[in-house]
């Protein structure tokens, strides 16, 4: 749904869900590839994370400590400009503490603001939350 | 720093503003007047609240579960179009829960997606996200 010259709706869409099953996987560089250069990351037991540097150094960090095993479900995806638009999702699955092997369910939110610069579009700002459990 | 011809930066703001400071008073209904009639609530705990009807219900039982004693830091506050923009905050203080009266330190991160309707900047979007402790 868009009411620009250029429907961009799907391409929006692509990044975030590329963000989403690279994540799952621990992929950091497809991960990053998905960020602007000065992206931001904001989410659970981390103050935000902001630029390409800092997330390159956070992503990884994240990966060692949690193995995410969650699934994706696109709850809407907007195009609010020429450049601009956004995307939000949820999350669901287990995540598993490496360091215990303790698994819990959980449930999470996410909303990319994402934006297209220099012909392509990139998460400018990104929030996840723990939805659950409450 | 706008490139429009309105540059409502100020207004933009002053909706993130408004909310923050009315949600540490628990203040209900200029949270709600603060939101766009389809706004949506992402944030720790609680399923993503969809509308007013469904915000209005979530915040009294967020405000009779817990007191949250915060202060707000607007990090960046962007006009997007027209009719958009976005404000990226933080915050810091203590939460008591009110029914044993425990007091822990927190710290939050919140973006806030603002729409133009009818004259008027609501929130559309609003995911916040517990960033510590960690």
Redesign the interface.
Known sequence: MSAFANDETAAIEAVAVAYLTAFVREDVDTVLDAYAEDG?L???????VEGKGALAMAYPAVFAAVDFNVKYTI?ETVQ??ED?G?V?S?TEGTETIKATGDVTPV?Y???F?IRKSAGSWKIA?Y??????P?
């Open positions: 931001v904001m989410g659970p037991g981390l103050l935000p709850k609010i400009s601009w956004y939000r949820t449930t939110a996410e909303l603001l700002r929030c996840t939350t723990k939805t659950g409450a």
